[in-house]
C-alpha cells in the first residue's frame, strides 16, 4: 500500500480514527404522535481512537451497545452526540463525496458473512463488485484482483468460480475479508468476525485478520463479547458496560493486570478448558439492567463484586452483595410481599404471625445471597428493621432505611473514566476510594 498518513502533529499522525464522547439514544415514542416517553442510551459517551497498524478491541456483554459503536462511527446511523474523525476530518460533516471516499477506506465485516453476498453471485464476482461500484474496470481486470486477493486469504484462484452455498463458514468469512480489502480500506471495523464460527475454525480466521492486518498496515476495530477472542487479536482493548467505557489499554496489562470490577468479573467468567464451572461466584449475578433505564451512579453497582461499602460498618463483602441485591430490587422494583406472604402459606387477609415473618425474612435473604447472620452486629440491626418493615408490607420505609443507613458512593456518583493509579483509563470509585480502604 502507497498511503501514508502525513500529518505534521506526531499524535494525530499515529490517529487513524479517532472518537470524542459518542452517543446514541435511540427514542422510545408512544402513541400515533409518536410522542418520546424515554431513551434507550444504547451508547452513551465513549471516546478512543484507533492508530494506523493496530487493532483496537471493544468487549463487553450482549446488548452493551458494541454494534451501535460500529454503525455510528461508519456513519450507517448518525450519532446523538459526539464527534468522529477519520485522519483528522469530522465523519458526520462529510458530503456526498467525501461518504463515498470514506465508504470505501472504512470496511466493515458483520459476524454472519452471509449478508455479505449475493447468493447469485460466484465468489469472485462478489469480491470484485465493489470495484465496480468505485469505477474500477474492465471486468477482467477485476476478476484478475479478486482471485489474487482470494489467495491472499488463503483460497485458491478456482474458488473464484464457486457460489457462497459451497462454501463453508470459515471460507466465507475469508471471501468477506476479500471483498472488504479489494478496496484498498485503511480502517476495518470487524463486528463480532468470528462468533457464528465453529471454535476450530476461529483460530484460523483470527490468524489471517493479524496478518492481513500487518501486511496492510490496517487499522482494525474488532468487536467481540468474547474475551478469549479479544486476547488473540487485540493491541489494546476498552471494556463495555451498558454503553459505557469502564476499561481501557494495553490488552497484556488489562488481562494480566485489570483494573475495573466488571473486567475481573468478564475475565473470570471465560470457561477454562478442562475445569469445572466454578458456579456464580466465577462469573457475574444478574441481568444488565435496561439502557433505557440504567442504574444512577456507576452503572454496574448493581452487580459489582466490590461495590464500595458504607462508612461504620464492617461486611464481609460477599455478604455486602446481597445486601446491595437487596436494596437494588427494593429501590428498581419494590417487593412483591403478597407472593411471599402467600410463599409462607399466610391466608389473603390474615395478619402475619411472628413466626411467619422470620420466614418471610429468611425467604427474602435467600432470593439475594444475604446469610442468615451479618456478622457486622450493628449492620444486622439495620438489616433487620428494614427487613421488619418491608414483611409488614411498609416496603417503602424498609427502602428508605436501607436507603439511608447503606449509603455507597458507587450509586451516589458517577465514576470518571481517569488515568489513575496505573496510569490506565478505568472508571471505578475504588481508585478515589482505596486511600479510604480499610474497613473500620
Ligand atoms: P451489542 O452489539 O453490544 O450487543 P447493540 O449495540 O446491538 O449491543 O445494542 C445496544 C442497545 O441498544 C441494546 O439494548 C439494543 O436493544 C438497543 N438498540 C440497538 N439498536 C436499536 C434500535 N434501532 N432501536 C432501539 N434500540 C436499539
Ligand atoms: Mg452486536
Known amino acids: ?108 465485516i458483520f459476524q454472519n458473512p452471509d449478508s455479505s453476498f449475493d447468493p447469485r453471485m460466484t465468489t469472485g464476482e462478489s469480491v470484485a463488485e465493489p470495484l465496480k461500484i468505485h469505477g474500477v474496470g474492465p471486468r477482467s481486470r477485476r476478476l484478475e484482483i479478486a482471485r489474487d486477493l482470494l489467495e491472499r486469504v488463503g483460497m485458491s484462484g478456482e474458488d473464484a468460480a464457486r457460489y457462497p452455498h459451497e462454501l463453508s463458514g470459515g471460507q466465507k468469512q475469508r471471501v468477506a475479508l476479500a471483498r472488504a480489502l479489494v478496496v484498498n ?9 468470528v462468533s457464528a464460527l465453529d471454535v476450530s475454525v476461529q483460530a484460523e480466521v483470527l490468524t489471517l485478520l493479524n496478518d492481513i492486518q500487518a501486511e496492510f498496515n490496517l487499522g482494525v476495530l474488532f ?24 476499561e481501557m489499554g494495553r490488552t497484556e496489562d488489562v488481562f494480566n493486570d485489570p483494573e475495573h470490577p466488571y473486567t475481573r468479573a468478564l475475565l473470570r467468567s471465560i470457561p477454562t478448558v478442562g475445569v469445572e464451572s466454578r458456579g456464580t461466584d466465577a462469573g457475574l449475578r444478574g441481568e444488565v439492567p435496561p439502557p433505557s433505564d440504567p442504574p444512577t451512579g456507576c452503572n454496574f453497582h448493581t452487580r459489582c463484586p466490590e461495590v464500595i461499602q458504607p462508612d461504620g460498618y464492617d461486611f464481609e463483602q460477599a455478604h455486602w452483595r446481597g445486601v446491595m441485591n437487596l436494596r437494588v430490587a427494593v429501590e428498581r ?40 447472620t451479618l456478622t457486622d452486629p450493628s449492620a444486622e440491626a439495620t438489616l433487620e428493621a428494614a427487613l421488619d418493615d418491608i414483611v409488614r408490607g411498609d416496603v417503602e420505609d424498609g427502602r428508605a432505611v436501607l436507603a439511608e443507613e447503606f449509603e455507597t458512593v458507587c450509586e451516589g456518583e458517577s465514576p470518571p473514566l481517569d488515568e489513575d493509579g496505573t496510569g490506565r483509563p478505568t472508571a471505578c470509585h475504588r481508585d478515589g476510594a482505596a486511600a479510604r480502604g480499610g474497613d473500620d
Open 1 to 108: 500500500m502507497s498511503k501514508q498518513i502525513v500529518n505534521t502533529e506526531s499524535d494525530a499522525a499515529e490517529s487513524l480514527m479517532r472518537v470524542d464522547g459518542l452517543k446514541k439514544h435511540y427514542p422510545i415514542t408512544e402513541g400515533v404522535l409518536r410522542t418520546e416517553v424515554g431513551r434507550v442510551r444504547a451508547v452513551d459517551g465513549v471516546s478512543f481512537e484507533v492508530r494506523a497498524g493496530e487493532t483496537l478491541g471493544i468487549v463487553g456483554e450482549s446488548g452493551c451497545g458494541k454494534s451501535t459503536v460500529a454503525e455510528s462511527v461508519l456513519r450507517l446511523t448518525d450519532p446523538t452526540a459526539g464527534s468522529v474523525y477519520f485522519d483528522g476530518e469530522d465523519v458526520t460533516a462529510y458530503d456526498d463525496t467525501a461518504l463515498k471516499r470514506f465508504r470505501r477506506e472504512a470496511q466493515m
Open 333 to 372: 422494583h419494590g417487593v412483591d410481599v403478597a407472593g411471599l406472604r402467600a410463599f409462607v402459606g399466610v391466608e389473603d387477609d390474615a395478619s402475619v404471625s411472628p413466626a411467619d415473618a422470620d420466614a418471610m425474612k429468611a425467604e427474602l435473604r435467600r432470593e439475594h445471597d444475604i446469610p442468615e
Open 185 to 193: 480500506p485503511r480502517l476495518i471495523v470487524a463486528d463480532e468476525p
Open 223 to 246: 468487536i467481540s463479547h468474547d474475551m478469549g477472542v479479544v486476547r488473540e487479536v487485540c493491541d489494546r482493548v476498552a471494556v463495555m458496560y451498558l454503553g459505557e467505557i469502564v
